[in-house]
Each structure stands twice: as C-alpha cells, then as structure tokens.
C-alpha cells in the first residue's frame, strides 16, 4: 500500500508540471489578431470537496476501504489545484483510515512521509502539531513506545507554543497510555492527574471518559486481586 502511496505522490508532480504547461499555452484568434494567453484549470477545487464529502460518508458507513480511496482522490485534486492545507487534511485522513483498518504501518509511512512535509514546507504548527498526535497513536497501536512516547512529546511542546490546551491534554494522554502499556503506572497516574487538573482548569469534561478509563485501567494493573 504505501508503494502506491508514493507512486500516488509522484503522478501528483508530473501532473502539475503538465497542468502548468497547459496554464501557460497561447491561443491564437482565428483572424490572425495578436496571441492571447488563456488560463486553463483543468482541476477543480470542488471535485476536492466532492470526494472528500463522498468519504466522510462511507468513514461514518464504517467502509473505510472506500473511504481511503475516495480521501485518495480528494488528496489528488487538492494538490493538483494547489490547495495544500485541504491537501493535508486528506492525507491525514488516508492514514486514519490505514489506522482504522489495522495497517498501522501504511498508516505511518504517510504520516511521515506526506503529512510532515507537506505541512513542514507550509510552515503550519497546528499542521505538525496534528500530525505529531497521530503518529503517537499510530506507534502506540504498533507497540513502538518509544517513538510514541517521542511523538506525544512533540504535540505538547507545540501545544504549549501555540497556547492550545485542549491539544496539550490530548499530548499528556496520549503519554499516559504509552506509560500504562510499558507499565509505568506511578508515572501513569502522576500525569492522569495532570490532565485531570489541566480539564477542569479550562473547564471542559471532554477528557472525563479517557481520563476514567485511564484510571480504571490502571487501577485493575495495580490493585491487588480479590481471592
């Protein structure tokens, strides 16, 4: 899969070479008047929007299958029209989509790949920041906890930079459940905590479900079984 990810991303360069040469060709009057120079979009922005829609609807179908191909070629007319922030959000989803149907390492390759950067050539922190996110969950699922653990960190640092509480909770989380798989449950709950006071600091209960769980989760490691 990740193969025709990259052949994927490569038909994207030589077709935008060739969308410029089509941009840039003359057009001469039928009386001989002087050349006029018309330009030609033979890529539009709406067939993007229309195949990302088309997506979402078979991601919440559960069809992920059909949903990776159709974010596929919403990603293509994105990048064909140029519009690299719609770009990126359907690259992240082709990867979701890999996540949701276990290939977590197809699901990798583009993250890192494509995502990081394109976002990296915008210069987009929220971007990155997102991206950073979802490799976090995607080495947690392919237990790489250290690379996972790496990952959350990142999101937090650019959380903190650009003052977004909600994503620097989501980062401190995402650590918890990298700590509980390695069995880290002091430290576990020691962040728990933090995410706990960081929720109600902002006063959302977003969290209160993955916060619970979390602490359910650690409880039954650690607490001594009944006889």
Do not use: C
Request: net charge positive.
């Amino acid at each position: 899969m990740f193969k025709f990810v990259l052949a994927f991303v490569s038909l994207f360069a030589a077709l935008q070479l060739q969308a410029q040469n089509i941009d840039k060709a003359d057009f001469q009057e039928p009386n001989g008047g002087s050349a006029i120079t018309i330009s030609v979009s033979k890529f539009d922005l709406e067939d993007g929007n229309s195949f990302f829609e088309d997506a979402e609807d078979s991601e919440r179908k559960g069809d992920f299958n059909d949903a990776l191909t159709l974010f596929g070629k919403a990603a293509f007319e994105y990048n064909a029209a140029k519009n690299f922030n719609k770009y990126g959000q359907a690259i992240i989803k082709m990867s979701s989509m890999h996540y949701q149907l276990g290939r977590f390492s197809d699901a990798e390759q583009i993250l890192l790949n494509v995502a990081l950067k394109n976002y990296s050539k915008m210069g987009s922190k929220s971007g990155l920041m997102n991206t950073y996110n979802l490799l976090g969950k995607v080495y947690l699922a392919n237990s790489k906890y250290t690379q996972s653990m790496w990952f959350y960190t990142q999101q937090g640092i650019l959380a903190k930079q650009l003052k977004s509480d909600n994503s620097y909770i989501e980062s401190v989380l995402g650590i918890v459940q990298v700590k509980i798989k390695k069995k880290d449950f002091t430290l576990a709950l020691r962040d728990l905590k933090t995410a706990e006071w960081l929720a109600n600091s902002i006063k959302t209960s977003q969290y209160r479900g993955q916060i619970n769980d979390a602490r359910e989760m650690i409880a039954s490691k650690t607490l001594p079984k009944k006889s």
